[in-house]
């Protein structure tokens, strides 16, 4: 399929070809994407992924690419990111938030009208879409505990509603996964609250946030789900990996649950240090460090 083709189809979406994505990861990593277009609302995403199953094209879908390394082979096919969908509107008790939007700007929203329960999300940084294909969490609470109901778009191109119960939640999952659903916006069903309260509430947690973890440089955020009954960081630290350098990436000298790139590193960088994490707290502890970070594309040539 030529540039042209799909540009004359689209001609109100930007599409880029042969885009690096490190331009928008939070690593500052990753390969290029053969097509990268930039939807701004559910008709556009539909057509897109119509196109797409037509001609054959793998449709591979990003947020806010926060929690994400794209490897450095980068991404064959269609590549949609949905940071132009974000609109946020609010009835009654309930948000609901276009996937493309930023969850802090969800919270502050949330905040401005005096509804509490997204609190805890109030530093994610990743898009809502996101936040709930990973179920995220932060500070003790989950997106699972707010929101009641998605809009997504199956790969075969059909509109569906799902509740929460269909959306069916764990820890850092969701159904979304599974099915390799896109999801289009989703509704948080909050409380009444002080928006005073609300707001040193969302203060104290991000202040917390910003004592603790490495938000001055660039990172995919927590890479590792907690194992049970330990907690990452300590586990790394106990291993004297704190520090180490692998390439241009680090693990934090100041959270050792994150990796940072300090100097150009590159996805490779990134997943040669998660992999050898992984075998040295294995080898030390024999618990098995479970990825966070959404790992995708395809490895360089």
């Not at 939007?101 to 940084?125: D, N, S």
């Not at 002080?194 to 947690?205: K, P, R, S, V």
């Not at 030390?284 to 395809?298: C, K, W, Y």
Request: some cysteine; aromatic content about 6%; overall charge negative.
């Amino acid at each position: 399929m030529m540039m042209e083709e799909i540009t004359a189809a689209f001609p109100a979406i930007e599409i880029l070809r042969n885009e690096p994505l490190a331009h928008y990861t939070h690593t500052k990593t990753g390969g290029p994407a053969d097509y990268l277009a930039f939807p701004t609302n559910v008709q556009e995403t539909k057509s897109l992924l119509a196109y797409a199953n037509q001609e054959n094209l793998p449709v591979t879908v990003v947020g806010n690419a926060s929690n994400l390394i794209v490897r450095d082979g980068g991404i064959r096919g269609l590549v949609m990111i949905l940071t132009k969908m974000a609109n946020i509107t609010v009835t009654d008790n309930t948000v609901t938030a276009e996937a493309g939007a930023a969850m802090i700007k969800t919270t502050q929203v949330a905040q401005a009208h005096a509804l509490t329960g997204t609190e805890f999300a109030a530093g994610i940084p990743g898009s809502v879409g996101g936040a709930v294909f990973m179920n995220a969490g932060a500070y003790g609470g989950e997106i699972s505990e707010v929101v009641t109901a998605a809009e997504i778009l199956t790969p075969e191109g059909e509109i569906r509603t799902l509740n929460a119960q269909e959306l069916d939640f764990g820890y850092r999952h969701s159904s979304v996964q599974d099915y390799h659903d896109i999801i289009l916006t989703a509704t948080f069903t909050l409380k009444p609250g002080d928006g005073a309260a609300i707001q040193a509430m969302m203060d104290d947690l991000n202040a917390r946030r910003a004592a603790k973890q490495p938000l001055d440089l660039p990172s995919c955020g927590s890479v590792f789900k907690r194992p049970t009954g330990h907690y990452t960081g300590q586990l790394i630290q106990e291993a004297g990996l704190q520090g180490l350098k692998w390439g241009g990436a680090q693990v934090s000298t100041k959270h050792a649950g994150f990796i940072v790139n300090i100097d150009h590193a590159t996805a490779t960088d990134y997943l040669e240090l998660i992999h050898h994490i992984q075998e040295v707290i294995w080898k030390e502890d024999q618990v098995h460090l479970e990825t966070e970070v959404r790992i995708i594309g395809e490895e360089p040539k």
